[in-house]
């Protein structure tokens, strides 16, 4: 089991950047995947961002040119910068993570998930 705990959400101006971090522990090293999704108030969870063990990335092409994914398998990290925030990426963002492959932005088909962190940005 991987057990997934995220940080580093806050306030920002519009056009400002935050770094999102997901410390992982327990079975890391077998992870196919990790990903971020968030979910607003009202709204459905989306796909933000993932990562696989091989290093490629896939984002949701709201965030993308924006936001980057990255991992540390030193520490068992996952980031996710954000630049040029907007008003709609204020959401509570989650991290998971998967050990087989299949649909990357489909959050039914992750086994782990985190507490989550709030993101708030202000025009």
């Known amino acids: 089991q991987v057990q997934l705990v995220e940080s580093g959400g806050g306030s920002a101006q519009a056009g400002g950047s935050l770094r999102l971090s997901c410390a992982a522990s327990?079975?890391?090293?077998?992870?196919?995947?990790m990903v971020w999704f968030r979910q607003a108030p009202g709204k459905e969870r989306e796909f933000v961002a993932a990562?696989?063990?091989?290093?490629?990335?896939n984002y949701a092409d709201s965030v993308k040119g924006r936001f980057t994914i990255s991992r540390d398998n030193a520490k068992n990290t996952m980031y996710l910068q954000m630049n040029s925030l907007k008003p709609e990426d204020t959401a509570v963002y989650y991290c998971?993570?998967?050990?087989?492959?299949?649909?990357?932005?489909?959050?039914?088909?992750?086994?782990?998930w985190g507490q989550g962190t709030q993101v708030t940005v202000s025009s």
């Open positions: 998971a993570a998967r050990y087989y492959s299949g649909r990357l932005n489909v959050g039914s088909e992750y086994d782990y």
């Open positions: 327990g079975r890391t090293s077998s992870t196919y995947a």
């Open positions: 990562i696989k063990w091989s290093g490629s990335t």
